[in-house]
């Protein structure tokens, strides 16, 4: 290309002497030639513009890409970090001797007291007497125990409302769960084989402890 160009510079200048002392002419001027040649360079010319552009616009969408990728990249390590953390506490166990049943940490005492005295106790462990979610939940943790054992659970009757109360505030739904016995002062459920039954609270039967996985820490409780 520089030595076609320099040829028909030096072409030009031959034709217009007076000329000569001009700063040399412009590839434009090359370009204007209607000859073959210079329709050949003006083809050139434009290839190498076309050319030029060409390379200009993959080069800036290679580096956006990049960058896009690269940010995206960045975001989900961000994301895999934050699951990371969050999944973390799926990692913890229950105490030692709780038994893990779906979400919950249960404990099934061997000694017998009163149910405020079993309440207490739960309390001492971070947790609080049973709270059971339907027939289904009563079943599955009855499995869990024999059927010849009585437990407490975090149900009492309550004044002056004259209602079954969880010890979470909420009372008993009875079309849920029912009780068998009496709606009466001082009474306590107990969990005997798969039903809930009215008892005084005052009399001593076992208890069961329960405590949310999450809020564990694995550090293994004494056992009362
Ligand atoms: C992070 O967890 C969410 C839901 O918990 C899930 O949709 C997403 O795909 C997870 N991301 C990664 C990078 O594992
Ligand atoms: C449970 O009740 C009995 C009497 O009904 C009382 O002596 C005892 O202190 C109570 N226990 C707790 C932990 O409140
Ligand atoms: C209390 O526990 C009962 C029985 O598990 C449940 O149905 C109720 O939704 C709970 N209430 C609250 C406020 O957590
Ligand atoms: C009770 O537990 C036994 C095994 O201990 C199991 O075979 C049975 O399916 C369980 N029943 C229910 C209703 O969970
Ligand atoms: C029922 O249990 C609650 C604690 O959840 C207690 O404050 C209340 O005195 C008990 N009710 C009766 C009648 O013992």
Redesign the pocket.
């Known amino acids: 290309m520089d030595r076609e160009v320099t040829y028909a510079d030096l072409k030009l200048t031959g034709n217009t002497g007076l000329e000569t002392s001009s700063p040399p002419s412009l590839p434009q001027d090359v370009c204007q030639r209607p000859t073959w040649r210079q329709f050949a360079l003006k083809l050139a010319c434009t290839g190498i513009i076309l050319l030029a552009l060409a390379i200009i616009g993959l080069s800036v969408s290679v580096i956006f890409l990049k960058q896009k990728s690269s940010t995206e990249k960045s975001n989900v390590d961000v994301q895999e970090k934050r699951n990371e953390t969050t999944e973390r506490p799926s990692l913890l166990k229950c105490p030692m001797h709780w038994h893990l049943f779906q979400e919950k940490c249960l404990f099934f005492s061997n000694n017998h007291k009163p149910w405020n005295d079993s309440l207490a106790h739960c309390s001492t462990q971070e947790s609080s007497l049973l709270l059971i979610q339907n027939q289904e939940e009563l079943?599955?943790i009855s499995?869990?125990t024999d059927k010849s054992l009585i437990f407490w659970i975090g149900l009492n009757f309550t004044l002056p409302e004259k209602k079954w109360k969880w010890i979470n505030g909420s009372f008993l739904n009875s079309n849920i769960l029912e009780i068998v016995g009496d709606n009466k002062e001082n009474s306590c459920a107990h969990l005997s084989s798969t039903k809930v039954i009215s008892e005084y609270c005052d009399g001593e039967n076992r208890w069961i402890c329960q405590k949310e996985l999450k809020s564990i820490r694995n550090k293994g409780y004494p056992d009362s």
């Open positions: 079943v599955f499995n869990l």
